[in-house]
Antibody, heavy 122, light 110 residues
Framework: QVQVVESGGGVVQTGRSLRLSCAAS????????MHWVRQAPGKGLEWVAV????????KYADSVKGRFTISRDNSKNSLNLQMNNLRVDDTAVYYC???????????????WGQGTLVTVSS | NFLLTQPHSVSQSPGKTISISCTRS????????VQWYQQRPGSAPTPVIY?????PSGVPYRVSGSVDRSSNSASLTISGLETADEGDYYC?????????FGGGTKLIVL
């Protein structure tokens, strides 16, 4: 079955960096665009970033553009999110999510991981 | 960018029917598909409706989605409410450039 598992969360001070990872299994990872979506404590969902299935293109939310970098290694079925210059308002659970159709964007996310918590303290 | 606005919370008794609205601020609600996700406490979101009214495998028929052009809103309707339906529900849409979520609605079944 489709499974994505995030890791790498933790507590970090403002201005520092953190790298999240997502391990995928149960599907042909290289065929699907992958997203990061985050949820601040007690708040709603916010889309963060997407990477095309081939890894050649990325797109970011304005709130993280220039600070976060999404990447993937299709040979290892892994997705990453490098987060630099972290701010207090980046505190959230970060979810890895699969786009629902291969080789394109469907506009929605059919499989989600359980998330990893990032806490940025001042 | 557009916004999706949802009521903060809705409550109803078991066995009854509820509808949760999702109103788009600009552009037509029908021009881009709307999805709905359920999030139970402490769990990840899971899709319950995609492409306005399609149900993913395993989602019961008592869960349905619709779009109303006159109010520029999408709706999620759940009939025969069960306590297991409690949780937060988020609408979401993609306009070809941005993935946008509504603020979420807490469903209380009491």
């Amino acid at each position: 079955q489709v499974q994505v598992v995030e890791s790498g969360g933790g507590v970090v001070q403002t201005g520092r960096s953190l790298r999240l990872s997502c391990a995928a299994s149960g599907f042909t990872f290289s065929n699907y665009a992958m997203h990061w979506v985050r949820q601040a404590p007690g708040k709603g969902l916010e889309w963060v970033a997407v990477i095309w299935y081939h890894g050649g293109n990325e797109k970011y939310a304005d709130s993280v553009k220039g600070r976060f970098t999404i990447s993937r290694d299709n040979s290892k079925n892994s997705l990453n999110l490098q987060m630099n210059n972290l701010r207090v308002d980046d505190t959230a659970v970060y979810y890895c999510a699969r786009d629902s159709v291969p080789y394109s964007f469907s506009g929605w996310f059919d499989s989600w991981g359980q998330g990893t918590l990032v806490t940025v303290s001042s | 960018n557009f916004l999706l606005t949802q009521p903060h919370s809705v409550s109803q008794s078991p066995g009854k029917t509820i509808s949760i609205s999702c109103t788009r601020s600009s552009g037509s609600i029908a021009s881009n598909y709307v999805q709905w996700y359920q999030q139970r406490p402490g769990s990840a979101p899971t899709p319950v409706i995609y492409e306005h009214h399609q149900r993913p495998s395993g989602v019961p028929y008592r869960v349905s989605g619709s779009v109303d052009r006159s109010s520029n809103s999408a709706s999620l309707t759940i009939s025969g409410l069960e306590t297991a339906d409690e949780g937060d529900y988020y609408c979401q849409s993609y306009d070809g450039s941005n993935w946008v979520f509504g603020g979420g609605t807490k469903l209380i079944v009491l």
